[in-house]
């Protein structure tokens, strides 16, 4: 069946590194592609959005690639700071379906 | 963003009573869904529901729980009796419409069931 995954359980970067997160997925439509960020105690915000017209978002200086070769997309930000510390999901939402279905997260840590 | 609210933030109750979350979701939204999350685990799909209709619902959405939005007020979720196991934190979204429209989700109820 349809399904999300996100492999990198926890990561862990100093200031100014370069981050990089992936997600594949596995369906028979193309999905709709979204980034949440979870800080603690709150709820998902809705952090980049990509189709497959754009196959690319950008927001808060975080870019999003979607790769329907390899039915992956990935999240990349070039220069992480402290304050992007936080839960990192990956979601879908299939053609026909309305409910997302999330990734299992990665959790991001930033040494100052 | 846009803002949705969940009452309470927390509630604790004893197992077999009934709860009740609430939901206010995005004024204009049509569409409102309910995800379960367990501490550390990633966020499940419950249920969906517009015009007044539960749209889809998972395995998790036990005949023990129940949604409605009776006119336009709180979209509600109800759990009777509980169990030990729906102890997680439980969030509300909501859209504009479906598939490619973003969700947008309140801060989450968590419901600890002794």
């Known amino acids: 069946g349809d399904s999300v995954t996100q492999k990198q359980g926890q990561v862990t970067l100093s200031e100014d590194d370069f981050l990089f997160i992936n997600c594949t997925y596995s369906?028979?439509?193309?999905?709709?592609l979204f980034w949440y960020v979870q800080y603690p105690g709150q709820g998902p915000q809705l952090l980049l959005k990509?189709?497959?017209?754009?196959n690319k978002g950008i927001s808060r200086g975080f870019e999003a690639t979607y790769d329907k070769g390899t039915t992956s997309f990935h999240l990349q930000k070039a220069s992480v700071q402290e304050s992007d510390s936080a839960v990192y999901f990956c979601?879908?939402?299939?053609?026909?379906?309305?409910?997302?279905?999330f990734g299992q997260g990665t959790k991001l840590s930033i040494k100052p | 963003g846009p803002k949705v609210l969940q009452i309470p933030s927390h509630q604790i109750i004893d197992m077999g009573q009934m709860v009740t979350l609430n939901c206010d979701p995005v004024?204009?939204?049509?569409?409102f869904y309910w995800y379960k999350q367990i501490l550390g685990q990633q966020m499940e799909f419950l249920v969906n529901?517009?015009?007044?209709?539960?749209?889809?619902k998972s395995k998790l959405f036990k005949d023990q729980f129940s949604v409605e939005r009776p006119d336009g007020s709180y979209f509600t979720l109800k759990i009777q009796p509980t169990a030990l196991e729906d102890s997680a934190v439980y969030f509300c979204?909501?859209?504009?419409?479906?598939?490619?429209?973003?969700?947008?989700f309140g801060p989450g109820t968590r419901l600890t069931v002794l």
């Open positions: 979204a909501s859209s504009l419409g479906q598939v490619s429209y973003e969700q947008y």
């Open positions: 369906t028979t439509t193309y999905p709709t």
């Open positions: 990509v189709t497959t017209a754009n």
């Open positions: 979601a879908l939402v299939f053609h026909n379906q309305g409910k997302l279905i």
């Open positions: 004024s204009n939204h049509l569409y």
């Open positions: 529901f517009y015009n007044g209709k539960v749209m889809e």
